[in-house]
């Protein structure tokens, strides 16, 4: 798992209190994964599910910076969990929903009888997360992104992809061999292969992105 540290806060009455996370890239990679975000999501209005939300961080400038969208965060780990559900009382907005403890291999399920509606998902995020998990974790989310987009909805994908079989930068290539030596099953991952199960998920490659650090966000658009 990246380095992440914990946020002492003694407005929730204590250091053990505060089970929010802090990520170092998030500082990093918030702004121009939000300048994008303002341009691929302008006028949207409905429900967005991000899978991986990780600290939560990520969904609380979401939330703040587009106010008529509702976000759900979710997240496979149960601490990740805990700590998206601190910052979300942290933040006090009202369009960020409970964090789900979610699976995104498996099929989507929201406990509970508050539901995002999953046949009409205006979008789903994901930063971060294909890369550092197992090749069905982002068939998964393809697979979700086919069955609970609306027509024309967006999955966002934010993070390092080689192009063309090949790495794009020397950095990306030893970040791959990390990853892989930390678990095999983990790997930047080949935008055509993406491509490829996107399509075979009814969805189809919009836009790529150019990001700082040898990053992309990839824009995939429900037929
Ligand atoms: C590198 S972190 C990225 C977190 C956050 N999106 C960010 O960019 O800071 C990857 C996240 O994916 C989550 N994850 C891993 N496997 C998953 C799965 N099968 N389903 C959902 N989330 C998963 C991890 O728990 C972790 O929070």
Wanted: hydrophobic residues 45%.
């Amino acid at each position: 798992m990246p380095k992440w540290t914990r946020v002492f806060d003694q407005r929730f009455g204590g250091d053990d209190a505060d089970a929010r996370l802090d990520a170092a890239a998030f500082h990093r990679n918030v702004e121009p994964i939000l300048a994008v975000l303002e341009t691929e999501l302008a006028g949207v209005e409905g429900d967005i599910v991000e899978i991986g939300s990780g600290t939560g961080q990520h969904v609380v400038a979401f939330a703040e910076t587009f106010p008529r969208i509702t976000w759900w965060p979710t997240d496979y780990e149960a601490d990740h969990v805990t700590s998206i559900e601190a910052w979300r009382r942290h933040a006090g907005l009202g369009n960020i929903m409970p964090a789900v403890q979610l699976d995104a291999a498996g099929p989507w399920r929201f406990p509970g009888s508050v539901q995002p509606p999953l046949s009409n998902l205006a979008a789903i995020v994901s930063l971060n997360v294909i890369h550092i998990s197992p090749w069905p974790v982002g068939e998964g989310i393809l697979r979700g992104a086919g069955a609970h987009l609306r027509t024309g909805g967006k999955l966002v994908f934010y993070g390092p992809f080689k192009r063309d079989g090949a790495h794009t930068a020397e950095s990306n290539a030893r970040f791959d061999q990390s990853l892989r030596g930390r678990d095999p099953s983990w790997g930047v991952r080949d935008m055509a292969d993406v491509e490829r199960a996107a399509v075979a998920n009814g969805l189809h490659l919009e836009r790529i992105h150019q990001m700082p650090a040898n990053n992309f966000i990839l824009i995939f658009v429900k037929d």
